[in-house]
């Protein structure tokens, strides 16, 4: 029997056994306490407090302002809703960067304010003290390579990365590096397909795709993008499963009419 219908709760060897088995994981993004109810009882594998909140609950244009207190109220929210999937949270920018005893700080009270069960931080070898320090207290790390909006300012552009050589080869380098530090996982965003079904090949944990082709163990969106409630961003790689904004304001515009018209309450809706 396929393992995401036997499991009560997706654990990190939930996923590691799902990798060995061929079976993809499904992640996706959520904030809040609704959404991520619907997305646990829709059977998601993984959630994912992106810190993709940024853009899509708080209105930035980059990943950079968010907070680690607002990440904690977000994940905190999510893990009230969920059951079954296993619940990820990002680490916001500059809560890691600087040292690793200030990355164990960030990762603990991520840990113990919001419930969840690991944390994802974006870099390779730049990064790996933290992710040993962050591991080495029992935390469980998924690392993310390829575009990692975190260093937007650096890159200048959201195109997709590692197309040359060079950048190519860190990224394999930087996947190992992970790997053989004790990750649980790693996010590849935004590279092109075949080199990252070499990395799916050459390391023994998961990779989960986003805009990195099928050669990887998983998928992941940013739920809003996948619902269609967000319009501006529409890169190649996005499916759009709805027109939930198209919806939204229809339902929203139908209720203006009814309150103008005085449609809206009836007779049956009144005490
Ligand atoms: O913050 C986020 O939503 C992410 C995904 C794009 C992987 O990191």
């Known amino acids: 029997?396929?393992?995401?219908?036997?499991?009560?709760?997706?654990?990190?060897?939930?996923?590691?056994?799902?990798?060995?088995?061929?079976?993809?994981?499904?992640?996706?993004?959520?904030?809040?306490?609704?959404?991520?109810?619907?997305?646990?009882?829709?059977?998601?594998?993984?959630?994912?407090?992106?810190?993709?909140?940024?853009?899509?609950?708080a209105g930035y244009e980059t990943t950079l302002p968010i907070t680690l207190d607002h990440m904690i109220y977000h994940a905190a929210s999510v893990v009230r809703a969920v059951n079954r999937a296993l619940v990820v949270v990002d680490l916001p920018f500059g809560t890691y960067q600087g040292n690793s005893m200030g990355a164990l700080a960030s990762a603990i009270r991520i840990m113990k304010e919001t419930g969840a069960s690991a944390i994802k931080l974006e870099g390779g070898e730049e990064i790996i003290e933290s992710v040993d320090r962050i591991l080495s207290a029992g935390i469980p790390v998924m690392g993310h390579l390829g575009l990692t909006p975190q260093a937007i300012h650096k890159f200048g552009t959201y195109v997709v990365r590692a197309t040359e050589t060079d950048e190519a080869e860190?990224?394999?380098?930087?996947?190992?590096?992970?790997?053989?530090?004790?990750?649980?996982?790693?996010?590849?965003?935004?590279?092109?397909?075949?080199?990252?079904?070499?990395?799916?090949?050459?390391?023994?944990?998961?990779?989960?795709?986003?805009?990195?082709?099928?050669?990887?163990?998983?998928?992941?969106?940013?739920?809003?993008?996948?619902?269609?409630?967000?319009?501006e961003f529409s890169p190649r790689f996005l499916r759009r499963y709805h027109n939930l904004q198209m919806e939204i304001k229809g339902a929203v515009q139908n209720y203006i009419e009814d309150v103008r018209s005085k449609n809206f309450p009836n007779e049956k809706e009144q005490y």
């Open 170 to 231: 860190k990224l394999k380098s930087d996947a190992k590096a992970l790997a053989k530090s004790g990750c649980f996982g790693v996010v590849l965003e935004k590279i092109p397909a075949k080199l990252a079904g070499e990395v799916t090949r050459s390391v023994n944990i998961p990779t989960i795709g986003i805009g990195a082709g099928p050669e990887v163990d998983g998928q992941v969106l940013v739920l809003h993008d996948m619902l269609g409630i967000t319009q």
């Open 1 to 57: 029997m396929a393992l995401h219908k036997n499991v009560k709760r997706v654990t990190t060897h939930v996923l590691g056994a799902m990798k060995l088995k061929g079976e993809k994981i499904a992640m996706l993004t959520a904030y809040d306490y609704s959404f991520a109810r619907l997305l646990d009882q829709a059977g998601i594998d993984v959630i994912l407090v992106g810190d993709s909140a940024s853009n899509v609950m």
